[in-house]
């Protein structure tokens, strides 16, 4: 007989698949998954040969997501419950190579979201961004549904996917899950490429050298989010009950907005020492395609999400673990 009552730290185990673990997200995204699922049910992917050392902790292979038929037969005899999608071009590296961030961007989602039609995979967690939004849409509080009229070839390969991702789900049932990610800050990894980089970037140059210069002008207000609380609200959508994700384009989500400004401010409160100056290139016109500020009332609703980090603890948490060796 089966005892009646399961043990109080008793998971259910399950095989997770993360594509494009080597990136921001993905490495912090595999780290935090292999907490709670086992490090050996969580394999991390990457078009790299060798993983980082931060992810030997458990499996990791070699994955170029372009290449469709290793994909899929990896996948098919592999059999991962849950398949986090992560691989892309991010917003100023597409701009520099728009034909092959198309591809990479649409291709590799293509080839998910048919296995998932198949039955080989149960649930897909996709990322979107804010990038899907444009200079017409409300800048301010910006709303879950609204006009979408982006500007950027990372934003128009985020805004087909959300389409492709909810038509999926509404013709052949395919359980996608997705978040339009604000920008991110984390200490783990490096700047990966993204507008919104400004905010990683600032705080190695505030301990290396105790100045910076921003590539976007001081009072470019944009949504930001501490790395920690994304990556809650990533595994908090993917294990929500099924019946609580109501939008599955992608929901709006939030943490904080600030500009240069205010985050050059709350660093020199911590170190007085700091100085910025400002000199504005080619993402300043990306930054200004995009929202101040996003309404996320959506998912606090539907499943529960909730911030923790404000500013202040962003910054400390920031300065306290930043590893300038990491500079080159």
């Known amino acids: 007989m089966f005892p009646l009552f399961l043990p109080f730290n008793f998971i259910v185990m399950k095989k997770v698949l993360v594509i494009g673990a080597g990136g921001q997200i993905g490495t912090e995204l595999v780290l935090e998954l292999r907490k709670r699922f086992g490090n050996n049910q969580v394999i991390a992917a990457d078009v790299k040969e060798t993983c980082s050392e931060a992810l030997s902790n458990g499996p ?4 170029d997501v372009l290449d469709k038929e290793n994909v899929r037969e990896y996948i098919i005899n592999e059999k991962p419950d849950d398949v986090y999608l992560l691989a892309a071009l991010l917003s100023a590296t597409a701009e520099k190579h728009p034909d092959f961030a198309w591809k990479l961007n649409m291709e590799g989602l293509f080839t998910i ?3 998932a039609k198949e039955g080989q995979i149960k649930k897909i967690f996709w990322p979107s961004s804010i990038a899907v939004f444009g200079p017409t849409t409300p800048r301010d509080n910006t709303p879950q549904y609204t006009v ?3 500007t950027t070839i990372y934003g128009i390969s985020k805004l087909a996917g959300e389409r492709w ?3 999926y789900f509404n013709k052949y049932g395919v359980d996608v899950r997705s978040i339009r990610y604000p ?3 984390s200490y783990t990894s490096l700047p990966g490429g993204g507008t919104t980089d400004y905010a990683v970037d600032i705080f190695y140059h505030a301990k290396k050298t105790g100045t910076y210069t921003s590539f976007l002008n001081e009072e470019s207000a944009l949504p930001m989010m501490y790395m920690e609380d994304a990556i809650r609200a990533t595994i908090e959508l993917m294990e ?3 019946e609580n994700v109501k939008i599955r384009s992608s929901y709006n989500l939030a943490g904080l907005s600030f500009t240069p400004a205010d985050l050059a401010n709350a660093i020199q409160k911590e170190q007085g020492n700091f100085e910025i ?3 504005p290139d080619f993402r300043q016109a990306i930054a200004d395609s995009w929202p101040n500020s996003i309404d996320d009332s959506a998912a606090k609703n539907d499943w529960g999400w909730r911030e923790k980090y404000d500013l202040h603890q962003m910054v400390k948490t920031m300065l306290e673990n930043v590893d300038i060796s990491k500079l080159n």
């Open 148 to 150: 979408m009229e982006p």
């Open 277 to 279: 100056t400002y000199a």
């Open 113 to 115: 979201l048919e296995l």
């Open 183 to 185: 920008g991110l800050i």
């Open 240 to 242: 929500a009950p099924k």
């Open 165 to 167: 991702c909810e038509y």
């Open 60 to 63: 990791y292979i070699q994955m």
